[in-house]
């Protein structure tokens, strides 16, 4: 069965500072995975998403992630973290036709100035 | 395009009432999701729909019932509430299964006391 792992439930770092956001699924056929973002009080929203075109994704808001078949990986990053990027980021993963989402526990960033 | 819309916002309900969360897309999108959240566990499937007069159960279906007979809409219903329905009710939509975007509605904040 399909999962999503999220390594750490609360990610800090710096106004300017590389953001990275870890994420690993478990699913026995080629997947396809997501990226949303939650800001407080909001529905979630997608930021990106990896559909077996290219294995580097860009998204919005300057984030990218890059899809890693032997580590079976799909970790999100930004170069440089801004206080708007303050939000829970959810992974999420879809390997099979006419089936929902599997989502990730969620990380929560939070930038400090 | 107001894209997904739930009302209501926010609802108290006492142990043993009953509700309905009403969910309207005007996407013309044939999947429609419930979904609940509660704090570090991330987003739990109740039920999905992949189109009018199909449902099915999600990963968390007990206590709630759903019912699809538009295109449009895609109302929950609580029979008997109870604390543990405690949450953040959100519902999406998406024109397909597995590689689609879902959008997100803004949410409804439920307490049971």
């Known amino acids: 069965a399909q999962s999503v792992t999220q390594l750490g439930s609360h990610v800090s770092v710096s106004e300017g500072a590389l953001v990275l956001l870890r994420c690993n699924y478990s699913?026995?056929?080629?997947?396809?995975l997501f990226w949303y973002v939650q800001y407080p009080n909001q529905g979630l929203q997608l930021l990106l998403k990896y559909t077996s075109a290219a294995t580097l994704v860009k998204g919005i808001n300057g984030f990218e992630a890059e899809f890693k078949k032997s580590e079976t990986s799909f970790h999100l990053t930004k170069p440089s973290a801004h206080m708007s990027d303050a939000a829970e980021y959810f992974c999420?993963?879809?390997?099979?036709?006419?089936?929902?989402?599997?989502f990730g526990k969620g990380t929560r960033l939070s930038v400090i100035a | 395009n107001a894209g997904v819309t739930q009302t209501p916002k926010f609802r108290i309900l006492k142990i043993g009432q009953s509700m309905t969360l009403q969910c309207t897309q005007d996407m013309n999108h044939n999947y429609m999701y419930w979904y609940r959240q509660d704090p570090g566990m991330g987003l739990k499937l109740i039920y999905y729909?992949?189109?009018?007069?199909?449902?099915d159960k999600g990963e968390v279906p007990n206590g709630y019932n759903v019912s699809r007979s538009t295109t449009e809409d895609f109302p929950l219903r609580l029979e008997l509430a109870a604390p543990s329905q405690t949450s953040v009710y959100f519902c999406?939509?998406?024109?397909?299964?597995?590689?689609?975007?879902?959008?997100f509605g803004p949410g409804t904040r439920l307490l049971v006391l």
């Open positions: 699913s026995s056929v080629p997947p396809y």
């Open positions: 999420a993963v879809s390997d099979r036709p006419n089936t929902p989402l599997v």
């Open positions: 729909s992949v189109g009018a007069g199909i449902t």
């Open positions: 999406a939509s998406s024109y397909s299964g597995k590689q689609e975007t879902q959008y």
